[in-house]
């Protein structure tokens, strides 16, 4: 199903999945793309008109592209308290940015090594901020 309510929800603190999406991109360059021996990145660099779909019937046209997104199952634990050596692997597999890493898990990279110091620093502003919350 697609929407929030149908994503995984997290345990003992850990946040919610990603909700399952729907996206009819019309009018995209495909055969130019193709042509090109071009692969995007992005969707958008296809060009056209996206619209999020509920599930429906919809016909697809000859340069329409549609993407699906399945929903994932919640985290488990509080981000706060993953061990940021596991962060810092989860950032060099390309599953967690940087930025991700010290929003959500409050882990502060410094070059190729977590900076433990201004990690347990930041994980303690965190916290408070989510008291006062």
């Known amino acids: 199903m ?21 996206m009819l991109t019309e009018g995209a ?24 779909l509920p599930y429906c019937e919809f016909d697809i046209g000859k340069n329409d592209v549609l993407y699906m997104r399945m929903s994932s199952g919640g985290g488990y634990g509080d981000p706060l308290e993953r061990e940021p050596e596991r962060v810092l692997s989860d950032v ?28 347990q620093k930041l994980r303690l502003g965190l916290k408070r901020e989510r008291l006062r919350a």
């Open 2 to 22: 697609a929407g929030l309510r149908s994503s995984g929800q997290g345990m003992f603190g850990g946040y919610p999945g990603a909700p399952s999406l729907l």
């Open 29 to 52: 360059r495909v055969e130019e793309t193709i042509e090109e021996d071009n692969s995007p990145d992005q969707l958008a660099e296809l060009g056209g008109t996206s619209k999020l």
């Open 92 to 119: 060099e597999a390309g599953i967690v940015s940087r930025e991700e890493a010290q929003e959500i898990y409050g882990v502060v990279i410094d070059g190729a090594a977590p900076d433990i110091a201004a990690t």
